[in-house]
Every structure is written in structure tokens, then in C-alpha cells.
């Protein structure tokens, strides 16, 4: 009884001291909860574990998850998902000595139930409103699921096709990389992290991931630091820009320290450089993976490196919880490193408003009305329709009559549902989670009464069956006009699914071969994850869309194209190769001291003598319905001082018959350097609408800091030399170029 009656009193004092801190700002309410906590809870709150719900990595089976949540051990859960099971678990947290709430992260990384397009493919789309709404209505929908933090987006820049991950990224561009990074922080984030309808960003995976070598996942990077400061860091600095709440680290050891265990990457870029104020937390396991690396011989020694090294939290490692405790005891560790992590997490669930109300996300009306919300999946429709890349449209067959009678709808992803969503598709239990167009209803929903459609699957995916192409070529003989749906599987591409052929698998090309030899066009959809090397498609379909993975609304999206309701208008993201021998192959290499101009002379330069030099379809490229000239380029002054700027216009217009927008890009080389500089390096882009016949006037800025770079002594500034600057519509299609130098 007396034992009762003290517990109460210290409940009640530790309740009255965190309310007296409401007056207080995060930090000093932070700071008031970290004083009253023991070691053993202040170890609690850097662990995070999976929940049973589903898993994203290797399960460690652990039994005694409720009683660790109820004695405060836990920080966070991830892959827990929905209102009442979210709920349940932080009433659990809630019998906690100091009541500290859980946490819930989820990959919520395109789309919840409204499922979007694979980030790549949203990269297509240059559209950054549009990308910023769809992390928006992710973030809408997953806090309503009582999800309070996505472990997105991934901003690794990648430049090899053949890693599975391209597909969660934005390419191979730092300056799209780096807007599309603040596009998407800010639609997580909202306006204010403690709105009900905003999650906390992680930014991923920090650092130069998307360079493993030879493409495969997980796999080691070596790099300059010039490399990592110009090409792999940026779009993580405009991530703590638009006030990212946290960052991942990632797998890979980059030049030997495993990123996890980084001093240099977390603390003194990070956390001091930069002056991020979030917390950082582990990948998957990746702490306990410094013995597999050979850095560490124990967990202990793992542990110790990890939080040494700045990260915050262990995701499902255990080490941190098994060890710091101890390391502190032992001085190994000095206490206040495990005070900074700690107060870290705190800050972050107090400005998310978590110690006021820990179940403002777990409300099942809320959660009903935003995971049906018909506004998110116009949303997704339109999305999906400005990922969508026209490759190829010989003789304007696309966009397609609606007077055709007979359209033939063949291929193996023709009437797949699941396929569409990607790799990263959430499974909510208890909501349909499947809902999806497939690109046969959409095909339905879009024809007029006097077309029919008619249907041959063809062949699988991958497999050397052809039993079912007399089928197709039958149905193709029928039709005016044909449509072909092939690519990869939706989990050839994400995580561990590195591939060293990149080909469109199985015999979905030798399918193209015998639907083309009927003679009818044949308009081909390419689904995939990355970029494919497809190069009889290429050469021969009469027309190619590449479609990615495009989410919930892929049918609607794909019909909108394919019959003219929405002319496409993105552009590559990433070079397509013509080969995976010339991977990496990106645009903005260097010119080396061996330049090759041509396929065709090899004579001492730098080419193959089997391969082009030049990619399949280059970074930017990508077709309009219409079509779009650059005239009257003027540039305000052929010179410049590091103070002044130049301003850029020219004129753009619609040349041809049907509304549509452009991407227009600008590309900037600095023709000589202390360092080596790329052949070209875009500085800046506009996508613009234009009705046929309409012209505008487009202007770019030009200013020192567009002309920056890190120079040899890793310093961000620029030098003064001659500038190329060419304007363009894609990488290679420069349609204007002028010069200018910039001064002392
Ligand atoms: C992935 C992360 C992901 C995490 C949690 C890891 O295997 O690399 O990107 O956020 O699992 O699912």
C-alpha cells in the first residue's frame, strides 16, 4: 500500500514537472524529461524494433517486445501500421514510468494506400509542385494511419542502372536530385511537424549508397571527396535546408568507414558542418553489420562505434540496447554522447506534439476518411501521367484515334494489378490495399463504344515460353492497332534486387518481333523500375512509352497518354544505356584528355571499339505530342563579376498542333578550372504549358553562386574563367549556346 501511495506522489511529480515544461521551448522541455530518466530508459529511447506486422530486413524473434515498451526500453517501432494497432501499442508506452511515446516509422516512400509512382518516375516528371503534393497526400494518409514518421525520401544519386534502388531515388542529378529532395521533405513535413497530418522525413541513406560498386546492393563505395561533396552530398544538404527531422545511414563502407560508424559523414558534416539538429538513425541491422564488415569484433565494440560516430538510434541491431548501458558503466562511453541522442528523439516527439496527445494519430475516422479520399487518387492519375516517358512516336501514331475499331491489348502485365504498385507498396491490414487500375480497366474506361478491345497475355514476364504468341499475332491480325505491355517484374527493382542484365526479361522481345511482323504498329509500354537496356524494341516498335511503376491509378494514367488527354512531358532522369557494358554512363562526365567525338575512330581516344559512347537515350530526354522551337537567346552581358549576375532569355514556342508542356534546361561547363570540370552540368530548368502557336519569353538567373563548385581545397566557390552555357531539350538536344566569362 505505502509502496502504492510513493508511486503515485512520483507519477504525479513527474507529470506536474513536464507540464510546468509546456511553457518551456522543445528543447528546455526536452532537457526537464532527460532528468528524470534512468540509464536503462534513456538507452530505451535509441532502440527501435520491427513490429510483427510485416518485415523489411532480417527478423531477430524477440518475445518480450510489450513488456520493453511497457518498462520505457522502446523509442520506436517501425512497420506498425493503422489506428488501432498504433493505438495499442502506445497504451502500452503509456504504462511506461515517464510515459514517453512511441514512435511509429513505415517506408512510406510513394504513396500509402494511394499508391504513386515509383520516385524515379515521379523525377520524370521535373513537375516539383506535383511531387511535393504527392508526399503531401502520402504524409495524409499514413498519419492517419497513426504512422508519425516515413523512412523517406531517398535522395542517393545514382548513376548504375543495375542497382535495384535507382527506383527509390531521383537519378542521377545533383541539381534535380537536391530540388526534389526539399520537394519532398517539405510535402512529409507540411507546414508545421506538429500537425495531425505531417510526418517526420528520413532523409536516406546517408552517404554515397547509390555508388556501390558494380551495382550491387549493400555492396562497398570508394569515392573522392570532391565526388562526395559534388555529386553524392547535395541533395542531402537541401534535405536539412527544407528541415528534414532525420536522416538514415546507410550499408556501404565509403572509402573503408562504414557509414554507420562515420565520424566524418555524421558528426562533422552532418551534425556540425551543416548544423542538423535531428537525430539519425540506423539502417536495418546495420550497426550489429559492422562485425560482417570487419570494423568491430562484437556488438559491444559495434555499439560503442555507432553512437561514437553520431548515430542516434539502432534500428533492430539490438546493440545499443545490449551494450550502452554497460559502455557507460565501464567509461567507455561518456554519458553525454547518450544524452545528446536521446534529447535528439525527444525534441523531435515534442514537436510533433507527441507528449501532449501521444494518440493524435490514431483516430480510425480519420483514417477511414483519408484512405478513400477520391481527391489523392486524382491526384495519383495525374501523377502517374506526368511520369510518363515518350520515347519514340514514329508517324505520330500516338496519341491514338478513339475512332480506331479494334485496339489489340497484348502482354503480361496487360491485366496485372499488384505489379503496377513498385516495390515499396504498403500492406495495410484491414484496408483493401490492393485497390489499383490496371491498365486494362483503364484501356476500358477510355475507349468510345465504337472501339473494341481485344486481349492476348503473349507471354510471361520472364521464362522462354512461347506458347502463347500464335495467340497474340492472331489478336494483332484482327486490330488496327496494337499494344504491347512488357517489362520487369515490380520486385526486379528496390531493394536487393541488383541485376547485371538489365534486359527486358524472358521473351517479351522476341514477342515485339512477331507482333511487328504483321505489319500493324505496334505502340510498346515498357514497365520497369529502371532503366532498361532494350535496344530491338528501340530500333523497330512504332512508338514506346516508358511507364515505370506508376501506383494505384496505373490504367488511368497510361490511357490518359495513350489516347491524347495528357501529352506527355517528362524527361529522363537518368541516362538510359545503350549497353550494360558502358555502365556508368551519365551525362555530366568529364571530357578527359582523350575526348572521343565519334563511334567510328578509336585511334588513341577514350571509346570502345565494340560499344557507342553515347547512351541509348540520353539524361532529359523525352517527346511531347508537340513540338517546341528555342529562338532569340540574349543574355543581359558576356561578362560578369563574382557580384553581379547575368540574366538569360530566350523565346519558346509550341510549333505544333496540340497544347503541351516543355522542360527547358539549362546546362552550364566551365571551360577551364582548378579541378576538371563536366562537359556540362544542368544549373536550371522550366516546365512550361503552351497552346499551340504560343510563344513565351523564359528567363534564367544567373549568379556566383550558379557558378560554384567545390574546388580542390573542397571549398564552394567559383573562379573566374569562360562559361559555355547551352540551353536545351534534354542533355544532348542543345537547341542554344552562348558564352560568357566570368571576372575578378
Ligand atoms: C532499407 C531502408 C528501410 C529500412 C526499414 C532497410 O533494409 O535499406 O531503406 O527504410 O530497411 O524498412
Redesign the pocket.
Known amino acids: 500500500m505505502r509502496c502504492k501511495i510513493v508511486g503515485l506522489l512520483f507519477f504525479t511529480f513527474v507529470y506536474a514537472t513536464i507540464c510546468v515544461a509546456q511553457k518551456k521551448s522543445n528543447n528546455q522541455k526536452a532537457d526537464s524529461v532527460l532528468r528524470l530518466m534512468t540509464l536503462d530508459e534513456k538507452v530505451g529511447q535509441l532502440n527501435q524494433y520491427n513490429d510483427d506486422n510485416q518485415a ?2 532480417p527478423v531477430t524473434i524477440d518475445n518480450n517486445k510489450v513488456d520493453q515498451v511497457k518498462n520505457g526500453q522502446v523509442g520506436s517501432l ?1 512497420n506498425t501500421i493503422g489506428s488501432d494497432r498504433t493505438r495499442s501499442w502506445q497504451e502500452l508506452a503509456m504504462q511506461s514510468r515517464l510515459k514517453i511515446p512511441l514512435i511509429f516509422g513505415q ?1 512510406v516512400i510513394h504513396g500509402f494506400k494511394t499508391t504513386f509512382p515509383i520516385p524515379l518516375a515521379e523525377a520524370a516528371s521535373w513537375d516539383l509542385p506535383a511531387i511535393q503534393m504527392s508526399a503531401r497526400i502520402a504524409a495524409t494518409e499514413a498519419s492517419a494511419s497513426g504512422i508519425h514518421w516515413t ?1 523517406a525520401p531517398m535522395v542517393d544519386i545514382a548513376r548504375d542502372p543495375r542497382w535495384g534502388r535507382v527506383m527509390e531515388g531521383a537519378g542521377e542529378d545533383p541539381y534535380l536530385g537536391s530540388l526534389i529532395s526539399a520537394a519532398r521533405v517539405k510535402g512529409f513535413q507540411g507546414l508545421n511537424l506538429g500537425d495531425t497530418n505531417a510526418v517526420m522525413a528520413c532523409v ?2 546517408f552517404a554515397a549508397y547509390g555508388a556501390a560498386v558494380g551495382g550491387r546492393d549493400y555492396n562497398s563505395v570508394d569515392m573522392s571527396e570532391r565526388q562526395l561533396y559534388e555529386i553524392y552530398l547535395p541533395p542531402f544538404k537541401a534535405a536539412v535546408d527544407a528541415g528534414a527531422a532525420s536522416f ?1 545511414n546507410s ?1 556501404n563502407d565509403l572509402n573503408g568507414i562504414p557509414a554507420v560508424a562515420n565520424n566524418f559523414l555524421q558528426r562533422t558534416i552532418l551534425k556540425e558542418k551543416w548544423g542538423f539538429k535531428g537525430f539519425i538513425v540506423s ?2 541491422g546495420s550497426i550489429g553489420e559492422l562485425i560482417n564488415h570487419g570494423y568491430v569484433k562484437d556488438t559491444r565494440e559495434a555499439a560503442a562505434a555507432a553512437l561514437m560516430a553520431g548515430t542516434d538510434m539502432d534500428m533492430e541491431s539490438r546493440a545499443f540496447k545490449n551494450n550502452l548501458a554497460q559502455l557507460v558503466k565501464d567509461g567507455k562511453i561518456n554519458i553525454e554522447l547518450v544524452n545528446d541522442a536521446v534529447k535528439r528523439i525527444l525534441i523531435k516527439k515534442f514537436e510533433m506534439g507527441l507528449f501532449d496527445n501521444p494518440y493524435k494519430f490514431s483516430n480510425i475516422m480519420r483514417e477511414q476518411a483519408a484512405l478513400n479520399n477520391p481527391a489523392h487518387q486524382a491526384a495519383a492519375r495525374t501523377m502517374a501521367a506526368k511520369s510518363i516517358v515518350l520515347l519514340k512516336n514514329n508517324n505520330n501514331i500516338l496519341p491514338l484515334s478513339k475512332n480506331y475499331k479494334k485496339i489489340a491489348f497484348i502482354g503480361p502485365l496487360v491485366k496485372s494489378l499488384i505489379e503496377n504498385k513498385g516495390f515499396w507498396d504498403v500492406s495495410i491490414p484491414g484496408v483493401d490495399s490492393n485497390f489499383i487500375v490496371s491498365q486494362w480497366e483503364g484501356l476500358q474506361n477510355k475507349i468510345g463504344p465504337g472501339t473494341s478491345l481485344l486481349y492476348a497475355k503473349g507471354c510471361d514476364i520472364e521464362g522462354n515460353n512461347k506458347s502463347g504468341f500464335s495467340e497474340a499475332v492472331s489478336v494483332a491480325n484482327q486490330a488496327d492497332v496494337v499494344i504491347l505491355s512488357i517489362g520487369e517484374k515490380r520486385d526486379m527493382s528496390g ?1 536487393a534486387k541488383s541485376r547485371s542484365n538489365i534486359n527486358i526479361p524472358g521473351v517479351q522481345e522476341e514477342l515485339l518481333q512477331q507482333l511487328l511482323a504483321t505489319g500493324k504498329p505496334v505502340v510498346v509500354l515498357i514497365n520497369a523500375g529502371r532503366p532498361l537496356v532494350f535496344n530491338y524494341t528501340a530500333k523497330n516498335a512504332t512508338a514506346i512509352l516508358y511507364t515505370w511503376w506508376l501506383g494505384s491509378e496505373a490504367g488511368n494514367g497510361i490511357a490518359d497518354v495513350l489516347f491524347g488527354d495528357y501529352n506527355p512531358s517528362a524527361k529522363l532522369p537518368m541516362t538510359f544505356p545503350a549497353s550494360v557494358g558502358q555502365i556508368p554512363i551519365y551525362y555530366n562526365h568529364f571530357n578527359t584528355g582523350r575526348p572521343a567525338l565519334d563511334d567510328k575512330n578509336h585511334i588513341y581516344n577514350s571509346s570502345y571499339l565494340d560499344e557507342s559512347i553515347f547512351p541509348k537515350f540520353p539524361f532529359g530526354f523525352g517527346l511531347s505530342y508537340t513540338n517546341f522551337s528555342y529562338t532569340n537567346l540574349v543574355l543581359s552581358n558576356k561578362n560578369m563579376n563574382m557580384k553581379d549576375s547575368i540574366s538569360v532569355s530566350f523565346t519558346l514556342t509550341n510549333t505544333g498542333k496540340i497544347a503541351g508542356e516543355e522542360v527547358a534546361q539549362l546546362y552550364l561547363h566551365n571551360k577551364h578550372a582548378s579541378v576538371v570540370m563536366p562537359v556540362k552540368a544542368l544549373k536550371d530548368f522550366k516546365k512550361i504549358m503552351l497552346t499551340p502557336g504560343e510563344s513565351k519569353k523564359i528567363q534564367f538567373n544567373i549568379n556566383k553562386e550558379k557558378l560554384s563548385f567545390f574546388n580542390s581545397n573542397l571549398k564552394w566557390d567559383a573562379e573566374p574563367t569562360d562559361f559555355e552555357l547551352m540551353i536545351g531539350s534534354s542533355s544532348e538536344d542543345i537547341r542554344l549556346q552562348a558564352s560568357f566569362e566570368l571576372k575578378k
Open positions: 523489411t530486413g517501425l517506408d523512412f536516406k541513406h538514415m550499408f539502417d536495418w531493394e
